[in-house]
């Protein structure tokens, strides 16, 4: 089973300035028009780049994206690659962008 985290939860510990290890999985270019902050190394090239994750294998790390889909096959990558305590962004970007904007 695989750990979440909801947009909700994500806003709480932003607005709470908490320190967060992100890790966007989306595409350079979808990082560049908007993000939140974190390591940008897009899922496609995640296999190849585990040794340029800034973050250690114990640490939380929260993958985001757009939708929460390739965020949710980087967190599968990474567990299989012996990161513990990966979390995946439910719903992605677009998810925590509708909740903040109802606030």
């Known amino acids: 089973m695989h750990q979440q985290i909801?947009?909700?939860?994500?806003?709480?510990?932003i607005q709470k300035r908490e320190p967060l290890n992100l890790l966007d999985?989306?595409?350079?270019?979808?990082?560049?028009?908007f993000?939140?902050?974190?390591?940008?190394?897009?899922?496609?090239?995640l296999i190849h780049n585990f040794s340029n994750i800034k973050y250690n294998k114990t640490d939380e790390i929260i993958v985001i994206c757009s939708a929460g889909i390739r965020s949710a096959a980087a967190q599968a990558l990474?567990?299989?690659?012996?990161?513990?305590?990966?979390?995946?962004?439910?719903?992605?970007?677009?998810?925590?962008?509708?909740?903040?904007s109802k606030q």
Do not use: C
């Open 6 to 13: 909801d947009a909700e939860a994500l806003s709480r510990r």
């Open 35 to 45: 993000n939140i902050g974190g390591q940008n190394i897009p899922a496609g090239k």
């Open 25 to 33: 999985v989306r595409e350079v270019i979808e990082y560049h028009t």
């Open 78 to 100: 990474l567990a299989e690659s012996g990161f513990t305590n990966v979390l995946n962004l439910t719903g992605g970007l677009k998810a925590l962008q509708k909740h903040n």
